[in-house]
């Protein structure tokens, strides 16, 4: 079966995001390779424009759109991140944006998301009850009226291409890796990641990271097709996605060799341990790879290891109790 | 007069920390940039080795001690983080530290300079009263009594050459600046930073802040001689400095602009700032020269200015009540 992308793709995309979304620093610490016996690489995506890799995604697929497209604009249902990622490439791009958001998302991502479309004509925030309500009823009826383009967060080829380039730059930074960790909801980032560290290197394993709560992937993959949950609880707001997407799984299923789950304490861990030894706020979807990896769950010893910090948008009052706990 | 460093110092310095001390990233925020109306580069100095610029001057003093020195081994008195760049240092060369310290620091740093000694012979941490026993004195003592070489915290030119090179870097990545704003405790950064960006850039402006409790350069500069103040009471322990040095003065009051000061009210707004958009952990200190600038002390309008993050060393506990407060 031929994947949604393939390495051209993911090549477009990074020359579309030249001199528009940051090259995020990659970062290194020895108490970290030193804990886990491995020498580790965090690709710092928290420090990517709007707090996440998601900004990659959405502006790779927005800057595809045609002039028709642009004049309507473009729709997104997001748990966050995604939200403000289409938003502000929407604004970047000059074209309205609507988004569809939970009413329960963390309060710093919503009120993020309407300055992103501050003075951008046509843009608003549309808030629903994520555990009553359908987002993609929502966003397909508004899209129907609107005439405009629905962004999915995940499963559409042009943002599984755009979050691939974290990968492709993260190892233009760090040189050669045995291994790369990454964080895993509805798939977008893992999968563009598989195709650009596969095909830049061809012996490295890529692992999965999701919250305990919410392992459909694993399942998926255990049972050989895509897997719905229900809406996992968990602090991991970016990864409370109920199944893979239709054009992600295939990826995920040909070229991750594991994926591994962390639990909400080991995410609470790995947040204080990222502000506390790394200097980094790291939101808790950002944590699961980084949590996989320092707590032991996989064994890397002696592999040089890529780990995407994939986010850093967090609320600062749930931030500080996380971190100030014992 | 001529100065304790000059340009060349700080070019050798960087040659020995190449490798060693990390290139720290530069980082840019487009929010900080339409609050000030500056275009803004903040070098990331809490990402640095041991948590803050401390490393480079201290690995610059030590690397250029000969076998004698080598052998007995470094005594340093500090509030803090130079404390952890000679323990640090010190192991890296291959030779024993004792460190002097005031038994108020922050509980993190005492912890952290005892982390950094681990495994080298001679090694300890000794613990004083700052409010009633002379550090210096003790320093001396010790050093006396086991041949010791002391090195200040920052009235040492290789201590202030080894400061100088995040300057010379941050002008590397981020190119020519307008402004230069630095924190200044004892003047060790500020002293060295100001050596190098005038050589580089000679028509930049490089500006000094203090905490409001301890303007002890501020009132030195007003009266064109080094003035002592009691020791101030900030949250900015890394600056609870009582006056400036007879080495760093003269290049302050030769190469520095002006001098102004930032209220612990403000460190936390900053910190704050810091955590929620930048992502960043950045200690009270290292937010003094943010602060001035966020603040709108220091008017940068139209100006391309370079702030140095000095340091993310804070104990999580205090930085979680900080950044949680409204």
């Not at 309507?72 to 929407?90: E, P, T």
């Not at 629905?150 to 559409?156: E, G, R, T």
């Amino acid at each position: 079966m031929t994947l949604a992308i393939d390495f051209g793709d993911i090549q477009a995309a990074a020359q579309r995001l030249a001199g528009v979304a940051h090259r995020t620093p990659v970062l290194t610490s020895r108490t970290a390779d030193a804990l886990t016996g491995a020498r580790l690489f965090f690709k710092c995506e928290n420090l990517q424009r709007m707090g996440a890799f998601k900004f990659r995604g959405a502006y790779n697929a927005l800057a595809q759109f045609d002039e028709a497209q642009r004049r309507a604009g473009v729709i997104a249902f997001s748990s966050g991140n995604h939200a403000q990622a289409i938003a502000l490439s929407a604004r970047l791009l000059g074209m309205p944006s609507v988004i569809v958001m939970p009413g329960d998302a963390p309060p710093i991502k919503i009120a993020a998301t309407r300055d992103y479309q501050e003075g951008q004509r046509g843009s608003e925030v549309v808030l629903y009850d994520r555990y009553r309500e359908d987002r993609e009823a929502i966003g397909r009826r508004i899209a129907h009226e609107r005439g405009m383009t629905l962004i999915p967060p995940y499963d559409h080829p042009h943002v599984m291409a755009g979050q691939g380039t974290a990968a492709l730059e993260l190892i233009e930074q760090a040189g050669p890796l045995d291994a790369l960790v990454v964080c895993v909801g509805g798939g977008g980032l893992i999968s563009g990641c598989a195709v650009a560290a596969t095909h830049l290197l061809p012996a490295i394993a890529v692992h999965g990271v999701e919250p305990e709560a919410g392992n459909d992937t694993q399942l998926s993959l255990a049972r050989g097709e895509i897997v719905s949950i229900d809406v996992p609880n968990t602090i991991a707001d970016g990864a409370q996605t109920q199944s893979s997407g239709r054009l992600t799984f295939p990826v995920i299923r040909s070229l991750v060799k594991s994926v591994v789950t962390a639990s909400d304490a080991a995410l609470v861990r790995t947040m204080r341990f990222m502000a506390g030894r790394m200097k980094l706020v790291v939101e808790p979807t950002g944590c699961l790879a980084a949590a996989a990896v320092l707590e032991g769950t996989l064994d890397l010893r002696g592999q040089r290891v890529g780990v995407v910090l994939s986010g850093g948008n967090v609320d600062l009052k749930s931030f500080a109790q996380w971190i100030a706990a014992e």
